[in-house]
């Protein structure tokens, strides 16, 4: 009985596969996945940007708890004094920040809550509707990043003047309901975040659009929301240069009525800093209360770009 060798089974044609088609497995290495432990080099870097970051509201502290001429002494304080209370009420009767604080406000909650409406309607619109003209109309919104402010203040001054609204709180409100970088901000989230399934999902349901903006986009766009809300807050009540022109001294702002502090011919420096400590409170409160919900949103927006 004779042994035959097995026959190769007739080619088809069909293609074989290369060595360079093969792909070599995964190799995760040891500790992949894990959360990074930080070392001494790290602390310590952080350590140093967070002194750097608390000293001038330190000094400013400081400063506000001084006499003027402590202050500007040729060896500066570095600790604590016993006039911060002396110079706070000082600060507030002569600038009646009472009155500016209650404007600034207004004017900073009125800003935010517009712009966030219209920047996240704005931002849906560009980022997941299909309209003629959307490209050109979103480059027209960035192009206007690069106009600087100071040349629209002169035919803006004209404009308030003419409807009405010199010395008005309006003024200050108005021109700033809007921003191009809130839309663009927006927009770029939405782009990321919100997908279109949930879009037809929400119109086969028989949802208009009114219903998709409140129960769809909303939700998904509050992280980005809480993020711009608190760039805007902050950049609306910091804002001098426009409220200085638009309002008076009768009608100010804070920032404005702080103008005022260091407006004489020999500024008290304590005074001014106690009245810059005050100014800076109302913000260091907003942060404490939303500090969780803005990182929050500042992590999200990482992980969802």
């Given at each position: 009985?004779?042994?035959?060798?097995?026959?190769?089974?007739?080619?088809?044609?069909?293609?074989?596969?290369?060595?360079?088609?093969?792909?070599?497995?995964?190799?995760?290495?040891?500790?992949?996945?894990?959360?990074?432990?930080?070392?001494?080099?790290?602390?310590?870097?952080?350590?140093v940007v967070g002194i750097g970051s608390l000293l001038p509201l330190y000094w400013t502290l400081v400063a506000a708890s001084h006499t003027q001429d402590e202050v500007l002494a040729t060896t500066p304080p570095f600790l604590l004094g016993g006039r911060l209370m002396h110079n706070l009420n000082a600060a507030w009767s002569q600038a009646h920040l009472g009155k500016a604080i209650v404007n600034s406000v207004i004017v900073s909650s009125c800003i935010t809550a517009a712009t966030l409406f219209f920047c996240t309607l704005a931002g849906y619109a560009f980022a997941k509707m299909r309209f003629r003209g959307r490209?050109?109309?979103?480059?027209?919104?960035?192009?206007?990043?690069?106009?600087?402010?100071?040349?629209?203040?002169?035919?803006?001054?004209?404009?308030?003047?003419?409807?009405?609204?010199?010395?008005?709180?309006?003024?200050?409100?108005?021109?700033?309901?809007?921003?191009?970088?809130?839309?663009?901000?927006?927009?770029?989230?939405?782009?990321?975040?919100?997908?279109?399934?949930?879009?037809?999902?929400?119109?086969?349901?028989?949802?208009?659009?009114?219903?998709?903006?409140?129960?769809?986009?909303?939700?998904?766009?509050?992280?980005?929301?809480?993020?711009?809300?608190?760039?805007?807050?902050?950049?609306?009540?910091?804002?001098?240069?426009?409220?200085?022109?638009?309002?008076?001294?009768?009608?100010?702002?804070?920032?404005?009525?702080?103008?005022?502090?260091?407006?004489?011919?020999?500024?008290?420096?304590?005074?001014?800093?106690?009245?810059?400590?005050?100014?800076?409170?109302?913000?260091?409160?907003?942060?404490?209360?939303?500090?969780?919900?803005?990182?929050?949103?500042?992590?999200?927006?990482?992980?969802?770009?």
């Open positions: 009985m004779t042994m035959t060798s097995p026959t190769k089974a007739p080619e088809l044609g069909l293609p074989q596969p290369s060595h360079r088609a093969t792909r070599r497995p995964i190799r995760f290495r040891p500790g992949a996945g894990k959360q990074l432990q930080g070392g001494p080099f790290a602390y310590a870097a952080l350590a490209g050109g109309l979103m480059t027209a919104v960035i192009a206007t990043l690069t106009i600087p402010p100071q040349l629209s203040v002169v035919p803006l001054f004209m404009m308030m003047s003419d409807i009405g609204w010199g010395g008005k709180l309006e003024s200050v409100i108005f021109p700033t309901l809007v921003s191009a970088f809130g839309v663009f901000f927006m927009r770029q989230y939405l782009t990321e975040a919100l997908p279109y399934e949930l879009i037809e999902a929400a119109k086969v349901d028989g949802a208009n659009n009114f219903r998709i903006v409140r129960s769809v986009v909303l939700p998904v766009a509050r992280p980005a929301m809480t993020v711009l809300g608190m760039l805007t807050f902050v950049q609306a009540w910091n804002d001098f240069f426009w409220p200085y022109l638009a309002l008076n001294q009768q009608n100010p702002t804070l920032q404005v009525a702080l103008g005022q502090l260091s407006a004489s011919y020999t500024p008290d420096q304590s005074i001014v800093m106690a009245g810059a400590l005050i100014s800076t409170l109302p913000l260091l409160v907003v942060f404490v209360i939303f500090g969780k919900q803005i990182v929050g949103g500042i992590m999200s927006g990482a992980v969802k770009g």
